[in-house]
Each structure stands twice: as structure tokens, then as C-alpha cells.
């Protein structure tokens, strides 16, 4: 087959049907990608509630409380036992990251000592900041938050003056940006226990 | 058979995307902090680059020469972006660790290059096959660049370890050490390449 000619009627035809094309196709695979996605997404959120939080028996997704800390929001995910308050998890993010925005989900006990947490969302320096999944639960030295409360515990890298948590090797911003992510969240869980006992 | 053997092999070792043509540098340095990643994002530009292929073969006699970057980079771009839906919706784990670098495949010159050069002048198979030759060597390149960068950093292979982190050299696996890498690969494959 010949090739057509570069006249305007016949361009303007060719990338007119172009991308009508792709505009369909991409349309159809958007609408049967987005029920996997928006599942994948609340799928994830509610693994990680259930495993950073204390044991419950009420929905802490329905019971959710928001607020906002230095202009940040935080989610509060109350954990309910038999009708009394055991603990929360607490999604929160920064933006003091290395690269892009860190998102936690942040558990904690009835009195605000840290039970676990899972990153959800984080853009870091892959091999250096990527690794604060598995780094601040390491026992190792002074890297675990876990079992730790940060109204006794300075949450703060043992690089800055005061702190009690080792940081990341190479990568003391990504910890300081998951540190103050915690803090914040600390402080969110208790805004909300002081909200709710008003 | 013999002239579809050699379209097929010519992507991988006589001009390979990475170590001949040096193509597509970014999303090659980007992503090889490992040689997990560098597989994947391999596989990644791989399928999109047969499918681009394909296609832009099909319908090359409809596009006039003046407008066929601009109708290239439109097919290109769309399956790039079905893509990314797709592995947002069925592998997460794998959108969580190439972030960024799936839609900055469009960008990928190995794309366009071999459209451009490739595609548009020559039959359906052959193009697909092209395609499929080009994608096996940059992901050839890649894995063989982010294996490289992961043993000399971190110590590991596929996350196997094969000796202790703390022995690793961390420059390798920041960007400083991808340069380096890709260099003396760079060499070294040109050097056997002259040699056979």
C-alpha cells in the first residue's frame, strides 16, 4: 500500500483517528483497572490497620477521626476491646523526606507506646531510605521504636541533640522525616483521646 | 529465516540498547539499584516496545510522513499507560518498587528510535521481532547493570547474599555508582564484542 500523502485534510485524519483510538482503549482499560485498584488500596489500608493496631472488635475504618497536625492530616483509627479504647492506628504522612511524601501507618497501645507500624507510601533513596521498613524494628542498637513511648522516649535521631533512635545509616533524613511522621501521629492519637473523653 | 535470525540477534549483542547504542540512559541508571528492578523494569519496556512495534508496522502506510512523531509517541504513550494501570491493579508490589519509572517509558529512545527507524518501514513479523530483540537486550543490559551494582553494594544477588552487608560499597548502589558501573560494563562488552 501506498503511503498517504502529507496534505492537511489527510494529517489531520490520521492523528485524529490516532488518537481517538487510544482515547477508547485507554478509557476501556481505565474502567476495568479501576475496581482492582480503588480494592488493592482499601485492602492494603485495612491489612495494615489490623496488623499495627491492638486487637479489636469494632470497625475502626467506620469509627475513623481526622484531624490535623502542623497542617498535616492524620486519620485516627480507633481499636475498641469489649467497648474500652485499647489502642489506635494512626495514618499520617510528611513531606520532609528525601524524595516525595512518606505516608505511616502507626499503631499504638491504650497509653500511646508504639505496637507496630508499616510504611504505606514512601519515594526514598532505593538501598538507603527504602529501608526504614525494616530498620526502625530491628533490634539492633537503639533502632526500634517498637515498644516504645514517645511522652518517655525522644523521638528524634540519636544524631540530633536528645534523641533516642538510631536513624538510618545514610539516610537521616528519611529518618527524621519517619520520626516526626510518628510523633505526629503520637500526638494525633492523643488529640483524639482527649477529644473523645470532652 | 537467516535475515529474521539477524534482526532477532541484532538487538541483543551487536547494537544493544544499553552497552552499543546507549539509549535510554535514564530509566537504565534509574532503576538498576538492583537486578530484581532492572528484570522488571526490562520486562516492562520490553512489552511495550513489541507492542509499539507491532502496531506502528500495522498502520505505517496510514500515517503521513509529517505527522508520524507526533502519531508514534500517541501509541507509544497509551501502551505505556495501560501499563502502569495494569500493574497498579494486579502487581502492586512491583508499582511500589518502579514507582516513578513506568510512565517514564514513553520517554525511553528505544522506543521511538526503533518506531522511527524500525517499524515504520518494515513488515509486521519483522518488526515484532525487532522489538522482541531489542526488549531481551535492554533487559539483558539491565539485569547484568543491576546485578552488577547490587553484589558490589549490598553484597547480594536477587537478593541472595553472598557476602555480609556491612563489606558492600554504598556508592554502587547511589546514582554516582551506576555511572561508574555502566562504564566499565560499557568496556567490557565492547572489548569481547571486538574480540569474537
Do not use: H
Not at chain 1, 54 to 70: G, R
Not at chain 1, 132 to 156: C, H, L, Q, Y
Not at chain 2, 61 to 69: N, T
Amino acid at each position: 500500500m501506498k503511503k498517504l500523502a502529507s496534505t492537511l485534510p489527510n494529517m489531520i485524519l490520521s492523528l485524529g483517528i490516532i488518537t481517538i483510538a487510544s482515547g477508547a482503549l485507554l478509557g476501556w482499560v481505565y474502567s476495568i483497572t479501576k475496581e482492582p485498584i480503588a480494592l488493592q488500596a482499601a485492602a492494603q489500608q485495612q491489612a495494615a490497620i489490623a496488623e499495627v493496631a491492638p486487637a479489636f472488635d469494632n470497625n475502626p475504618e467506620a469509627d475513623k477521626w481526622e484531624t490535623e497536625i502542623n497542617g498535616v492530616p492524620f486519620t485516627v483509627y480507633p481499636a475498641y476491646d469489649d467497648g474500652k479504647l485499647v489502642g489506635a492506628a494512626v495514618k499520617g504522612s510528611s513531606m520532609n523526606g528525601f524524595a516525595g511524601e512518606i505516608t505511616v501507618m502507626c499503631g499504638f497501645e491504650a497509653d500511646g507506646t508504639v505496637k507496630d507500624y508499616r510504611v504505606l507510601q514512601q519515594a526514598e533513596t532505593p538501598g538507603l531510605g527504602t529501608k526504614m521498613e525494616p530498620w526502625f524494628r530491628d533490634p539492633a542498637g537503639a533502632r526500634s521504636v517498637i515498644g516504645k513511648n514517645p511522652a518517655s522516649t525522644s523521638f528524634f535521631v540519636t544524631k540530633d541533640s536528645g534523641g533516642e533512635i538510631d536513624g538510618i545509616t545514610a539516610a537521616t533524613i528519611s529518618s527524621r522525616a519517619f520520626l516526626e511522621t510518628m510523633r505526629n501521629a503520637y500526638e494525633a492519637y492523643r488529640n483524639y483521646e482527649k477529644n473523645k473523653s470532652n | 529465516m537467516k535475515r529474521y535470525w539477524n534482526i532477532f540477534y541484532n538487538g541483543i549483542i551487536p547494537s544493544n540498547p544499553v552497552f552499543v547504542l546507549l539509549l535510554g540512559m535514564c530509566a537504565t541508571l534509574g532503576t538498576t539499584s538492583s537486578a530484581y528492578n532492572g528484570l522488571m523494569m526490562g520486562i516492562a519496556t520490553a512489552a511495550v516496545l513489541i507492542c509499539s512495534n507491532v502496531v506502528i508496522s500495522l498502520i505505517k502506510s496510514l500515517v503521513p510522513d509529517k505527522v508520524r512523531i507526533p502519531a508514534f509517541i500517541v501509541i507509544i504513550a497509551s501502551f505505556v499507560t495501560i501499563l502502569q494501570l495494569a500493574v497498579n491493579a494486579w502487581l502492586p508490589a512491583l508499582n511500589a518498587s518502579l514507582g516513578i519509572f513506568i510512565p517514564l517509558i514513553v520517554v525511553n529512545c528505544i522506543l521511538l528510535g526503533r518506531a522511527e527507524a524500525f517499524a515504520s518501514k518494515n513488515s509486521l513479523f519483522a518488526s515484532f521481532l525487532d522489538g522482541a530483540g531489542c526488549g531481551i537486550g535492554f533487559t539483558f543490559a539491565l539485569v547484568l547493570l543491576g546485578g552488577t551494582r547490587e553484589i558490589l553494594g549490598t553484597g547480594k544477588i536477587f537478593g541472595l547474599t553472598i557476602f555480609p552487608e556491612d563489606y558492600g560499597m554504598l556508592l554502587f548502589v547511589l546514582a554516582p555508582g551506576a555511572f561508574l558501573a555502566l562504564g566499565y560494563l560499557i568496556a567490557i562488552v565492547n572489548k569481547i564484542r571486538k574480540t569474537c
